[in-house]
């Protein structure tokens, strides 16, 4: 197999959730190499690990946000291809950590204060972590304190996500980015759930507001580009 075949086959693994061999689905592929042994094999057969995020896990997950967007996918077959993901990006990681490829930034995401949701926000988390930024999850009943204490000690490129799955909730993703905006005036900020929209967005001054994980991700890329 060449290495753009190689390539071409984790990113079909990641898009339909083929974890590893033994993995039974999706049954077209049963009994053959999933994302976790193709990754291990391009690395060991030389593929270098920023091609091999590019052109392989940011291809696959692309695709899965793609068609959950357009509603062809829904959330089981999201969090298959999201376990696919993770399972593979673990051989990536001591190459992250010994800094042979860059991280295109950190996204600190969370739950905001009372609300205990966390199906959107883990979903983003995971799509937004196969483009390659490095994901904190602080999880859920978050407050500005918590957030602010991650964003403060982190260097380089930074963004904060927040999610809010209940109408009484909103309120605190309000207070939340009015207090992040007071004290990191040019910090990116997301925000999403249920009942937020891109008026509500605009009206607590927040940057960027997604129905779905990939327009976050999409938002994030151009961050990272720009």
Not at 82 to 96: D, G, V
Not at 130 to 147: A, C, I, P, Q
């Amino acid at each position: 197999m060449s290495m753009d075949d190689l390539l071409a086959r984790i990113a079909l693994c990641i898009e339909f959730g083929k974890i590893d061999r033994d993995s039974p689905y999706p049954v077209e592929l049963r009994g053959e190499d999933g994302a976790d042994e193709l990754t291990r094999q391009a690395l060991d057969e030389g593929i270098p690990p920023a091609r091999l995020l590019d052109e392989g896990f940011v291809v696959g997950m692309d695709r899965v946000g793609r068609k959950f967007a357009e509603r062809r996918i829904f959330v089981p077959q999201m969090l298959m291809a999201a376990k696919a993901m993770s399972t593979a990006m673990a051989h990536l990681k001591p190459h992250f950590a010994s800094g042979s490829v860059r991280r295109k930034g950190t996204f600190v995401i969370g739950t905001v204060t009372g609300d205990l949701h966390d199906i959107g926000k883990n979903l983003v988390a995971m799509m937004v972590e196969g483009t390659g930024w490095e994901v904190v999850d602080l999880g859920v009943d978050v407050g500005s304190e918590r957030f602010a204490e991650e964003v403060t000690k982190r260097d380089g490129r930074l963004a904060v996500g927040l999610s809010a799955m209940l109408t009484t909730t909103m309120l605190s993703m309000r207070d939340i980015v009015a207090d992040l905006r007071a004290r990191f005036q040019d910090l990116p900020i997301l925000v999403g759930g249920a009942p937020v929209n891109d008026d509500f967005r605009s009206e607590i001054g927040a940057d960027f507001y997604s129905r779905d994980p990939q327009g976050a991700a999409e938002y994030l890329a151009g961050l990272a580009s720009a």
